[in-house]
């Protein structure tokens, strides 16, 4: 199964991206992760043998922890991944794309249990190769994405223009396309900016002002914010 890709378009009109994680690659961080705490958990465990009871009570306390809290811990504390996440470069977001707060890593990470039934992760491996963002119950019941961490890549400028507001309100579909517009402008050629232009005739032509695609430009720079 392909990964697939996630739209969320912010009140700033920005449309982020989101890439959520297949079955494969995450499996590979959880191995990652429980070789990590296989390690320490043995350490310890190799010091804390010479304390007797006493240490075998502390032993039963650090694997509790690192069962329960070592994955809420990073998830929480470090933008969303374990160590074995940043290796294989996820990251755990909330399901608008926001960083993934306390209680939803604590629902997600509870409900492991129910991922785990009835053996080897069943219930978890099968939610995730049949839902179309690969998210497991406890994804599911929190609210979270696990995702790729894409490297970041300069966003395209926007090709300026003065701005100039609409005389009548645009529906966000229509300004999503006017700032993805702009975005490309500076990509095309002239004749094919006006051309796209002609497909919005009612934007594109006024009885003053800027005509054609120098006024979609106009329009979108207005929009971001722009200002003369």
């Known amino acids: 199964m392909l990964d697939t890709l996630r739209f969320i378009t912010t009140p700033e009109l920005i449309e982020v991206q989101l890439r959520p994680a297949g079955l494969l690659p995450r499996l590979l961080a959880w191995g990652i992760d429980m070789v990590i705490r296989g390690g320490f958990f043995l350490a310890a465990a190799v010091t ?3 304390l007797g009871g006493f240490g075998t009570g502390i032993m039963l ?23 074995g996440k940043r290796a294989l ?28 039934l009835p053996m080897l992760y069943g219930f978890g491996i099968v939610s995730v190769l049949i839902h179309k963002e690969f998210r497991r119950i406890g994804d599911i019941v929190a609210g979270t994405l696990v995702i790729h961490r894409d490297a970041h890549s300069p966003l395209p400028a926007l090709a300026e223009a003065t701005p100039l507001a609409s005389p009548t309100p645009l529906d966000r579909e229509t ?29 594109a032509r006024a009885e003053t002002g800027p005509q054609g695609a120098a006024r979609l430009l106009a329009l979108a720079n207005y929009l971001i914010g722009r200002r003369i």
């Not at 306390?61 to 160590?83: D, I, K, N, R, S």
């Not at 006017?178 to 500076?186: I, K, N, Q």
């Open 89 to 116: 470069g996820l990251a755990v977001v909330s399901d608008d794309g926001t960083p993934v707060g306390w209680g939803k890593s604590m629902t997600r990470n509870l409900l492991r249990t129910a991922d785990f």
């Open 175 to 203: 300004q999503r396309a006017l700032v993805a517009f702009a975005e490309r402008a500076r990509s095309l050629t002239p004749a094919r900016r006006e051309e796209l232009a002609g497909l919005v005739p009612h934007l």
């Open 48 to 50: 804390l043998s010479i």
């Open 61 to 83: 306390l650090l694997y509790f922890f690192l069962e329960w809290f070592y994955p809420v811990l990073f998830e929480v504390l470090m933008q969303g991944a374990t160590p």
